[in-house]
């Protein structure tokens, strides 16, 4: 017997793999969204998430208590994004540099870790996927297209897509969120209006911290439910990469994000279909993507003005 | 300010140093920082400190992802420790490892950091750091060093102190492969590959082919990461699989874990590779190739000690025990037999699973040759493309590299330029080969003939060749040029006559790359053979303009399709995507040139394999006996220069109408008449 | 005890009289405020004079909370108050305006105003109405503002507006205006002190920080000259003259009249004829215009902000493409060459923004002095600098022109502005030039360097220079120059002698009444 696939069938199958390889994008991206916006580039979210990936994990693993695991993932974030916003905003170090240290730092520090605390390659019951049953014979997950689509993913997935609008309305909508705009655009004048310009830029850094840990979390306790050592695999990078591409937006964001993650799923089909691309080429393809969007030109004027430039007062 | 910037630097610092312990080095290189260190790695030597007795044997390893990778890395270092539970312990046997050095300068600091440090055999575990090994191993003359996956040993360097050792991947991928084929409901097999390159696609070839040959329908789906350690996106990649309708996964590298998570959750079934995965998914990983490397080491270890510290090549195969197959308890009883079976015929040589893979084992009715006496020779191949393109290029160098086999490398030596589109550039390189001292060398395409005349006078004593053409060159004066041309007419008739039997809608589409030389021969003939059965069928023929264009061949061959063809052939490197397309569709192909068969074995039913031996001897024997040009050499179906290969699957009575017309073609009974188009 | 406070419209308490007592300011190397006393009190505008460097915006730096004093204390209504950062002094009731705008570019103004206020509906932002707040404030002073608009597609002028909102929407019982005029047009800063004024009438007590003289007689009632880090004195305004002024900021007797000696016009150094431009949105900047300037003599360029001036000073530096006539130098025809051209034809140009054309801000003042010839000998050998000879000509320099400077070395960025202006001058000036474009040379240039450069630019026309001198201020026009030009919406209204007109006649033509030209 053969499996017939359909044209349908394999957009459905594009759909639902791009919506869940997005998950982990979304958190990290958005709360790099809320540090850049702030002014600070933390390049260390990628360590972060690997942090985040591990307590998450070890949280589930030791106490079987998702939400707890959730909790510590977050924490462990907190804790990064405080080294960060220490070494870069306090000390005014090259955010650059610091974040790349900070990135070295918790990928040496969560293979310790993992060594050291679990050894080997292990597996928890993570968040499952939801079926948004109605009765006990129908749920919404098995709505033809839709339920696919809409009602067949874990928790994390439905609070990173909700995490958007999320984003977007503290950012536009609320004194904070003013305050991290301002201190990112001009911290002279936000400092001069009174604004806590250290204290704005630290919570904004922290805040994103927690998210690139949940970011981590939502692959070792939701979508792989495994851990393993350096499992972002550059996924933190490309996070940033994408705050770029999303004009520091968090619905620019979610565009990357699913851009993204829909030609990386669409790429494996490509190679499963045999189309004629080679797999190199196919697998080029969402980078080539990511830098062909990053090179357009009227991204540069949304940077926030002053992003990498530390800030002290009197200096003018 | 100042203040501030030391306390940053004191920062990065710590944050380096951390960085450094928690994954790059696990074991001391700076006596310092040892006690520490050895805390966290329960495997890591002793502290330095305290020097190991003499008799210690002290192994380092470096490896590209870490110990508990449960692929090729952890699969090392597992049999490092059983050998020193062999040997007697941390007493007896001193193991320090560096993981994660992906950064191949990285590498070649620890190695040489290692080597340094007294260690007797350094290990470098991966076949990027054969260049790096090679440069440090020669410094440390009484240090062995070991790596893999490689057979070279440097000896050709002058290094003897290098060991080299590969895992046959392929003869478990292709046990692996007969077991997934016999287990899969669906007919369809999930392969998560990390980059097409040395240990994995090894693996991936033979399961690959393992399935084929278990299940020639068997539908083996085959997806690259791109990464090694890409954990998300290979569980993604299984479920691709997945809904692509596999329900027997496989695949190699670290990263296979997330796709272990994803085969797990949809309760499909996992094939394993480099170490057994078993313990993650115990119900659903049902079989693991798994590499011993211990004989290995421990042999490596042994000849260290008698003092021979390389040189020495190891395989792991199945044969000597180095690769073993782990079954799951409870699986289908016949499918696992039929797995044995082929572990136990790839043993004992009755399957060589390289040559199914490279196409050699499949049959190939090549007619009886005769191999004359020929004094040694050196031939020079200039080629508009490679030397695999599974069509001009690679005809001719297959039919020199058999010659070379039979009558060794002492005899004839090859040399060969490939992708010389540019005329100028090929010009030079025919004339390097000529000036270098080659006997004959042969520019293989229609376009190399103006300058081949310009540069054959200046080398009298060389033989030059060309082809397609007729000329020699005899009217400029040239007399040591040989001409060849492939009647491809002769073929494409038979192919043509072939094709008409097959075809019920009574449309059959050509894609040739331009119209011109060898393509516009084999359109000639094959026009005429079709005709020559029944006028009324259509040939639609489309021409690409290029030779090297696949999308654009295989978009043609859609095209074709449907436009109603349900026979397709078609000539140049490019036809590789429209054999895609047709296997695709189910539409039957006629090969021409080279043996395209391994592409889509069941759609190319037939081949008009060129067959350039008799051509090139022909030539050899000429130019050794003074005759260095002058004649034009066709390859005929009556002088062996082309050979007809029908497939199994074909009718009866189709191949007996083909073979009828060969037999015309040879005894001249059949004229093949060229339609005006 | 609980008095009856006087209350402000708005209806804050009044600050009845902040005092400042022997305050002290140390930056390395440099002691900035010297035991200052200083008061201010309801009603009032104390004006705060000084030159550049004085230790004007340090002092009130301190009051605003952005320094700490090293010494003194100050005094809110008799009681002593710390102020850490702006967030206690805008507490207070104090507000400042600062010399450069502190306002987020690229959000709105409603959202720069509201910036650091508690919402009334926290966490969400009450933009609406804060709005409806500015509007209020709008129409009761007077001050056009959409609290809609975002920041950069303002105007100059309208983002001065939104700084005295954002001012007067805190309260700002006390208000410190750090050289609020320094970028506003004569109309604009008219318009501002209407408001100033109001304010003032109020009960609000306003700082006003100054080095222009006329400023500080048209608006405030007392004023505190400071002279290099130290209080020279305080006098009610009606009571002292401007000459005693000037004498007081600068130190020594300082003449605000020049002496234009007669000197022998020569050849036509730069002609125009019939030029035309147009800007990025093809309109016209520039219509055909022609006239000369010849060697000896100093022409004058006046007229309102933006009718022409700065595109006019381009085309002649090869910095604004010519659409149409023709532009020669010393006879030669150099319509639309590159600004490198022009330079080595003979060219200096000291720019409208010096800070952004003139100089670069990180360079030292001896890296800024050789920014066109550095490629040239003798400040190059090879394709090595000199450096010796680029050091002895900075020095040379620095001592000629008077450039007060820690040293050679020191960034650009940390001079004065009356100093990069007249570093930029020695730098125009030792190249020899044939013709000299200067554009508004002396705008925020404090009165003793403005005394220096206009004795520079009459010492150099006695010498035989051509000179053509841009400026909004019109006593500068008819200071130095010997014709003046008047321009409006780009297209020349008269060109007139010096000796013939008058100001009002000037300010006419500036208005766009045409006058026969008088070459």
């Given at each position: ?42 390049l ?13 994990f ?67 019951q ?29 928790l ?10 999320l ?27 009174g ?19 949940i ?35 968090p619905?620019?964001?979610l ?62 | ?11 990065l610092?710590l ?26 790695v329960?495997?890591?030597t ?18 590209p992802s ?66 790096s090994?090679f ?99 290979a ?16 695949g ?14 949809k ?14 998914a ?107 393109d ?10 020199l ?68 053409s ?27 006559v ?67 063809a349900?026979v ?62 002058g ?12 050979t007809?290969?029908?497939n ?30 | ?8 419209p ?36 104390h ?28 005094l ?7 102020v ?18 502190m ?34 404030l ?9 609290p809609q ?22 309260g ?5 205006l750090?050289?609020?005029t ?6 604009e ?29 048209a ?68 219509k ?25 000073a ?18 030669r ?104 474009i ?10 003793g360097?403005?005394e ?21 201020d ?7 120059s ?38």
């Open positions: 017997m053969t499996h017939e696939l359909t044209l349908a069938a394999i957009l459905l199958g594009i759909i639902h793999s791009g919506i869940r390889l997005a998950t982990p994008y979304l958190y990290a991206a958005v709360g790099e969204t809320f540090a850049q916006r702030s002014g600070v580039l933390n260390g979210v990628e360590g972060i998430m690997l942090m985040g990936a591990f307590f998450g070890l949280t589930v693993f030791r106490t079987g208590n998702l939400w707890l695991g959730l909790a510590a993932a977050a924490g462990a974030g907190v804790l990064m994004g405080l080294i960060m916003s220490v070494v870069s905003i306090t000390f005014q170090a090259e955010q650059g540099i610091s974040g790349i240290g900070l990135y070295m730092f918790g990928l040496g520090m969560s293979n310790l870790l993992f060594k050291s605390m679990l050894g080997t390659v292990e597996g928890v993570g968040f499952s996927e939801l079926r948004f049953c109605v009765t006990d014979s129908f749920c919404l997950a098995d709505v033809p297209v839709l339920g696919d689509i809409f009602f067949s993913h874990s994390l997935t439905y609070g990173a897509f909700l995490l958007v609008p984003a977007a309305w503290v950012l536009n909508k609320t004194t904070w969120g003013l305050k991290i705009r301002s201190v990112g655009q001009n911290p002279e004048a936000a400092d001069s209006l604004v806590n310009v250290a204290g704005v830029r630290y919570a904004a850094v922290t805040l994103g911290a927690a998210l690139a840990g970011a981590g979390a939502s692959l070792s306790i939701s979508l792989l439910n495994i851990y393993q050592e350096n499992m972002t695999n550059g996924m933190g990078f490309i996070a940033v990469a994408l705050v770029y591409f999303g004009s520091w937006r619905y620019g964001v565009v990357g994000a699913l851009l993204f993650s829909v030609v990386n799923a669409l790429q494996l089909w490509v190679q499963v279909l045999n189309l004629n691309i080679p797999s190199d080429v196919a697998v080029m393809m969402p980078y080539v993507l990511t830098i062909l969007a990053l090179a357009l030109p009227f991204r540069r004027q949304l940077q926030p003005a002053a992003l990498t430039k530390p800030f002290s007062r009197g200096e003018s | 300010m100042q203040k501030k910037s030391w306390i940053l630097v004191v920062t610092i944050t380096l140093l951390l960085a450094a312990c928690g994954g790059q080095k696990s074991t001391p290189a700076e006596p310092g920082t040892a006690p520490e260190q050895a805390t966290a329960p495997a890591a002793v502290a330095p400190s305290a020097p190991a007795p003499a008799e210690t044997v002290r192994v380092a390893v470096v490896m870490t110990i508990t990778d449960m692929a090729w890395s952890q699969a090392i270092y597992d049999a490092l420790v059983r050998v020193q539970q062999d040997m007697g312990g941390e007493g007896a046997m001193e193991i320090a490892y560096t993981e994660n050095m992906w950064n191949v300068t990285d590498a070649a600091s620890a190695i040489r950091d290692y080597a340094a440090d007294g260690y007797g055999l350094v290990i470098a575990h991966g076949t990027q750091y054969g260049t090994l440069e440090i191993a020669p410094d440390f003359p009484d240090t062995s060093f070991a790596w893999g996956t490689a057979v070279d040993t440097g000896k050709d360097q002058g290094i003897d102190n290098v060991f080299a050792y590969e895992a046959r991947a392929e003869q478990g991928g292709f046990v692996n492969g007969v077991l997934a084929a016999r287990l899969s409901r669906s007919g369809v097999l999930g392969v998560v590959g990390p980059v097409e390159a040395g240990d994995a696609k090894l693996y991936i070839d033979g399961f690959v082919a393992g399935a084929e040959y278990a299940d020639p329908n068997v539908k083996v789906n085959v997806s690259y990461t791109g990464s090694f350690g890409d954990t998300a996106l569980a993604e990649a299984a479920n691709t699989h997945i809904q692509a309708g596999a329900d027997v996964l496989t190699s590298a670290q990263q296979v874990v997330g796709a272990i998570g994803v085969a797990k959750e309760g499909v079934l996992w094939m394993g590779t480099q170490s057994d995965q078993s313990s993650l115990p119900d659903i990983a049902v079989a693991s190739q798994v590499y011993d490397w211990v004989p290995t080491i421990k042999d490596m270890l042994a000849k260290h000690a008698a003092g021979e510290f390389g040189g020495t090549v190891y395989s792991l195969t199945l044969a000597n025990g180095g690769l073993q197959m782990v079954f799951a308890d409870g699986l289908n009883a016949a499918a696992v037999a039929a797995a044995r079976v082929a572990e136990e015929q790839i043993i004992d040589g009755t399957i060589d699973v390289m040559a199914i893979i490279s196409g050699e084992a499949a049959p190939a009715a090549k007619g009886v040759f005769e191999y004359p006496e020929i004094q040694p020779v050196r031939i020079a191949l200039v080629l508009p493309s490679t030397i695999t599974l069509a001009w290029s690679q005809s001719i160098y297959d039919s590299v058999d010659l070379q086999k039979h009558y060794g490398e002492d005899v004839i030596d090859l040399a060969y330029t490939e992708n010389m589109w540019n005329v100028t550039d090929a010009a030079s390189a025919v004339r390097d080969y000529a000036a270098d001292g080659y006997n004959l060398v042969i520019a293989h395409g229609a376009q190399y003939g103006t300058s081949l005349f310009e540069i054959a006078p200046d080398f009298p004593e060389t033989s030059f060749a060309w082809g397609t007729t000329d020699t060159g005899e009217a400029e004066g040239v007399s040591n040029v040989f001409a060849y041309e492939p009647r491809a007419d002769q073929g494409g008739y038979v192919s043509g072939l094709a008409a039997q097959l075809t019920k809608s009574g449309v059959i589409g050509v894609v040739g790359p331009v119209d011109a030389g060898d393509a516009k021969l084999h359109v000639d003939g094959f026009v005429a053979g079709v005709h020559a059965v029944n006028p009324d069928i259509k040939v639609n023929i489309s021409f690409t303009g290029s030779f090297g264009d696949t999308a654009l061949a295989a978009e043609a061959a859609t095209t074709h399709i449907n436009a109603g349900d397709l052939t078609g000539s140049a490197q490019q036809v590789v995507g429209a054999i895609g397309v047709a296997k695709e569709k189910g539409v039957p192909w006629l090969g021409i040139q080279a043996d395209q068969s391994p592409l889509a074995p069941d759609s190319v039913v037939a081949t008009d394999l060129y067959d350039w031996r008799p051509t090139l001897l022909t030539m050899i024997r000429s130019q050794q006996a003074g005759e260095y040009g004649k034009v050499l066709q390859l005929t179906l009556a002088n062996g220069g082309q007809m290969i029908y199994d699957n074909l009718p009866a009575d189709a191949v007996a109408a083909a073979k009828a017309a060969e037999q015309g073609i040879i005894d001249g009974s059949i004229e093949i008449v060229v339609e005006p188009r | 005890m609980m008095t009856e406070q006087h209350l402000l708005s209806g804050l308490p009044r600050i009845e009289r902040v005092q400042m007592q022997g305050i002290v300011k140390r930056f390395p190397g440099v002691l900035a405020n010297d035991r200052i006393d200083f008061d201010v009190g309801a009603g009032e505008i004006a705060l004079l000084g030159e550049n460097g004085a230790g004007k915006s340090t002092l009130m730096k301190v009051l605003y909370g952005l320094y700490q004093p090293d010494e003194g204390q100050v809110l209504d008799g009681k002593p108050i710390e850490h950062s702006p967030t206690d002094s805008i507490d207070y009731g104090i507000s400042m305006i600062h010399q450069h705008f306002l987020v570019q690229n959000i709105t103004v409603a959202e720069n105003v509201a910036l650091g206020l508690r919402s009334t509906r926290e966490p969400r932002l009450d933009l609406d109405v804060v709005s409806a707040r500015i509007r209020e709008s129409a009761k002073y007077g001050l056009q503002v959409d608009a975002v920041i950069s597609k303002l105007a100059v002028g309208e983002r001065q507006r939104v700084e005295i909102i954002k001012a007067l929407y805190r700002a019982a006390l208000l410190i750090d050289e609020p320094a970028v506003l047009t004569p109309q800063v008219e318009d501002v002190f209407v408001i100033f004024r109001q304010m003032a009438a109020e009960g609000h007590a306003l700082i006003f920080i100054s080095h222009k003289l006329d400023e500080i007689f608006l405030t009632d007392r004023v505190t000259v400071l002279r290099d880090g130290r209080v020279v004195g305080t006098r009610l305004t009606s009571e002292v003259t401007k000459k005693e002024l000037a004498n007081m900021m600068v130190g020594r007797e300082v003449s605000l009249e020049r002496y234009r000696p007669p000197v022998e016009v020569g050849e036509a150094r730069l002609r125009l004829h019939h030029v035309n431009a147009v800007n990025e949105d093809n309109h016209p900047i520039l055909e215009v022609s006239f000369e300037v010849r060697s000896g003599e100093i022409v004058g360029v006046a007229g309102v902000s933006g009718n022409g001036q700065k595109p006019l381009e085309c002649i530096a090869g910095l604004q493409r010519v659409q149409s006539g023709q532009l020669y130098l010393e006879g025809e150099l319509t639309n060459l590159s600004p490198a051209a022009m330079f080595k034809a003979g060219l200096s140009y000291i720019p409208e923004e010096r800070m952004h054309d003139g100089v670069i801000k990180d360079f030292s003042v001896a890296e800024n002095m050789i920014l066109q010839d550095y490629i040239h000998p003798p400040f190059s050998r090879g394709i090595f600098l000199n450096f010796r000879y680029i050091a002895e000509h900075a020095q040379k320099l620095i001592s000629d022109f008077n450039v007060k400077t820690p040293s050679r070395e020191t960034p650009v960025k940390n001079l004065s502005g009356g100093n990069i202006q007249k570093l930029i001058l020695a730098r125009e000036l030792a190249r020899r030039p044939r013709l000299l200067a554009a508004q040379p002396t705008r925020g240039v404090d009165i360097a403005t220096y450069i206009h004795a520079q630019l009459l010492e150099q026309r006695g010498q035989g220079l051509a000179t053509l001198l841009i400026s909004e019109l006593d500068e026009i008819k200071a130095l010997d014709r003046i030009i008047v321009l409006f919406n780009g297209e020349i209204m008269g060109i007139v002698d010096n000796d013939e007109v008058t100001v009002q006649e000037l300010g006419l033509m500036m208005a766009g009444e045409r006058r026969a030209p008088v070459i």
